[in-house]
């Protein structure tokens, strides 16, 4: 038999999902609708013992809808999906990701077909091959599950089997689970940014967060990796992101003297993970001074 590996996403707005109305000149599922998503290229495909889906899944993201991935509010894997197809002779790997964005935009242009926002209530009525029917509407009913689920598909009789992984489970391997501490928030930042949170509040950062900041600003990564904990521990300025809630540490860097960002971000579980790392214009940098969007650390006295 054959494998085929692919990847796909699902974006959400509020009651909304970002559905593809794929087009008549597809081989596969023409005319049906899916979610966006897409074949591995072989360069995701390089390393056996590693496969990048979720590299995969970024690029489709950017291709097919024109959202880069700091743009994202979040994007999670929930199911690994394995169809048997006997008569292709094929057996297809599928990892489906479900996401926020911060609003309802206008779906650009896509060759795969056309996209639309679809209402929650209005997707059961619509065209789907039988496995992409069955996942979404078992994650409508499932949304406030974070645990990852795995799809037994068999294609030749159209059967569905689910199974929750519990989160110690080692078949998945998830952000909150790889994952190491890179420092805390402190009670400055808490203080000057009015946060709900407990003082000294651990900050992580995992693989898939290093994967998302290389895929999203490769040379910023490969020049300031490795000041994420400076600038989380001692930055020069801190900010609230009013867009999607993150604490914005901002730091200039002594390499080319650049002020260097990284912003942290809360997980539907309450722990905070790095999000991204780049540099940033320094009168960009000014602008936010100005208008107190970014406050001088050492303004704030640590108190206790």
């Not at 040379?219 to 809630?245: M, Q, R, T």
């Not at 208008?291 to 640590?302: A, F, P, Q, S, V």
């Amino acid at each position: 038999m054959y494998t085929r590996l692919l990847a796909g996403a699902f974006l959400t707005y509020q009651n909304k999902v970002l559905l593809i109305k794929r087009g008549m000149h597809k081989e596969l599922g023409p005319g049906m609708w899916s979610g966006i998503g897409g074949h591995l290229e072989p360069e995701e495909l390089s390393n056996p013992r590693k496969i990048n889906h979720l590299a995969a899944i970024y690029r489709e993201i950017k291709e097919e809808a024109g959202v880069s991935p700091e743009e994202l509010l979040n994007l999670d894997l929930r199911y690994i999906i394995t169809l048997i197809n006997r008569t292709r002779n094929e057996i297809e790997n599928v990892y489906y990701y479900f996401g926020k964005v911060s609003g309802e935009f206008e779906p650009p242009y896509c060759d795969e077909g056309v996209l639309h926002w679809v209402d929650f209530k209005d997707v059961k009525d619509l065209p789907m091959t039988f496995f992409v029917k069955e996942t979404i509407l078992h994650w409508l009913d499932n949304r406030d599950k974070d645990n990852v689920f795995l799809v037994g598909i068999n294609k030749d009789n159209d059967k569905s089997t689910f199974v929750e992984l519990s989160e110690n489970q080692a078949v998945v391997q998830k952000e909150s689970v790889k994952s190491w501490e890179v420092g805390k928030i402190t009670n400055t930042v808490i203080k000057l940014l009015n946060l709900p949170i407990t003082t000294d509040t651990p900050v992580y950062i995992g693989e898939t967060n290093i994967t998302h900041i290389k895929i999203s600003h490769p040379a910023d990564f490969a020049k300031y990796h490795g000041f994420i904990e400076e600038i989380i521990n001692s930055p020069d300025y801190v900010g609230l992101n009013n867009k999607d809630n993150s604490i914005e540490y901002v730091k200039v860097i002594n390499i080319d003297n650049e002020f260097v960002k990284v912003a942290v971000r809360v997980t539907t579980k309450g722990k905070f993970f790095v999000r991204s790392l780049y540099a940033l214009n320094k009168n960009r940098v000014n602008n936010f001074i100005a208008k107190g969007t970014l406050i001088k650390y050492e303004n704030c006295i640590d108190i206790k």
